[in-house]
């Protein structure tokens, strides 16, 4: 049984760091040899969007939004992934979501591909 759990969330002030932790368990390689792993967010009135991705070879991959800002990695030590998000503004306010891809290859941004999500955790940047 797979679970993603969120935690680091809060608020920060515009220019800001913060550092999201996910901590998975039951991920074991099942299909097509790989896994993909991602934060998303949703901001209100909006769709859950992918901000940051990484496969299970470690290559990540970032929306143009965060990109420069957020840092995706994985503590393979402590079964987690981790989103540094650094110079906030305003607009990163939003509910983080941790998921996983455990069905095909590659690493998508569509989260109706996704099949397990965290429970989510609130960042707010004022």
């Known amino acids: 049984h797979v679970q993603l759990v969120e935690s680091g969330g809060g608020s920060v002030q515009s220019g800001g760091s913060l550092r999201l932790s996910c901590a998975y368990s039951g991920l074991t390689i099942r299909v097509y040899n790989t896994y993909c792993l991602a934060w998303f967010r949703r901001r209100p009135q909006r769709v859950r969007e992918a901000m940051a991705r990484?496969?299970?070879?470690?290559?990540?991959t970032y929306d143009d939004s965060v990109q420069g800002r957020f840092t995706i990695s994985r503590d393979s030590a402590k079964n987690a992934l981790i989103l540094q998000m650094n110079t906030v503004n305003p607009g990163d306010s939003a509910m983080y979501y941790c998921a996983a891809d455990t069905t095909r290859p590659g690493c998508t941004e569509y989260e109706a591909l996704y099949d397990i999500w965290g429970q989510g955790t609130q960042v707010t940047v004022s």
């Open positions: 990484m496969s299970v070879d470690g290559v990540p």
